[in-house]
């Protein structure tokens, strides 16, 4: 393990992407993560878990009163979670473009939720919607020695100091 590159392009955040039950029995896992290492982010925290109730009323903070959060809480534990800790240059609105639209209706081709999915309900992946809420979603995921520090030797040909 190598430390961060200490002249890193200003913007630099970290995000939470996760890919949900129904990613995982679909088998798109790889394909999730593939994008985000062609763009040119760094994974720096990876994981598979069961997500539990008490995790997801922490998460979904601002959805527990909603009247589909008990069939979202059943969709989120039916199965494995795989978490990703992703970090590169203004990656939390640029991960938010890549998935696409909560209702994948409405997500053009070419983003994950318009090229893998059909129902709001069964959306494939979640992104973080704005750097303080990554700050608080990582957290709640991730302890502080899971997120791993090291150098991307490419870095210096995805990345140019002005
Ligand atoms: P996201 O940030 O794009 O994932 O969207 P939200 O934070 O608004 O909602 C979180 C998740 O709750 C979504 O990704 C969906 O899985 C689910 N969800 C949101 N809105 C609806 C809805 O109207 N109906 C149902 N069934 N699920 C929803
Ligand atoms: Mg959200």
């Known amino acids: 393990i190598h430390r961060t590159h200490s002249s890193f392009t200003g913007g630099v955040?970290?995000?939470?992407?996760?890919?949900k039950p129904d990613g995982v029995q679909r088998r798109y896992v790889g394909?999730?993560?593939?994008?985000?290492e062609k763009r040119g982010?760094?994974?720096v925290g990876l994981k598979m878990l069961q997500a539990s109730d008490g995790l997801l009323s922490q998460h979904y903070r601002e959805l527990v009163k909603k009247p589909f959060y008990p069939n979202l809480v059943d969709y989120m534990t039916s199965g494995p979670v795989v978490a990703m800790v992703w970090e590169g240059l203004n990656v939390v609105q640029s991960s938010r473009r890549m998935v696409g639209p909560t209702n994948p209706a409405e997500a053009p081709a070419g983003t994950v939720r318009g090229d893998l999915?059909?129902?709001?309900s069964r959306n494939v992946v979640h992104a973080s919607d704005s750097v303080e809420g990554a700050e608080r979603e990582i957290q709640l995921w991730f302890e502080g020695?899971?997120?791993?520090?090291w150098e991307c030797y490419d870095h210096s040909l995805t990345y140019k100091e002005d």
């Open 41 to 43: 982010f760094k994974l």
């Open 117 to 120: 999915s059909l129902h709001v």
């Open 31 to 36: 394909q999730i993560i593939q994008r985000f």
């Open 145 to 149: 020695k899971e997120l791993l520090n």
């Open 13 to 19: 955040e970290r995000t939470l992407v996760a890919v």
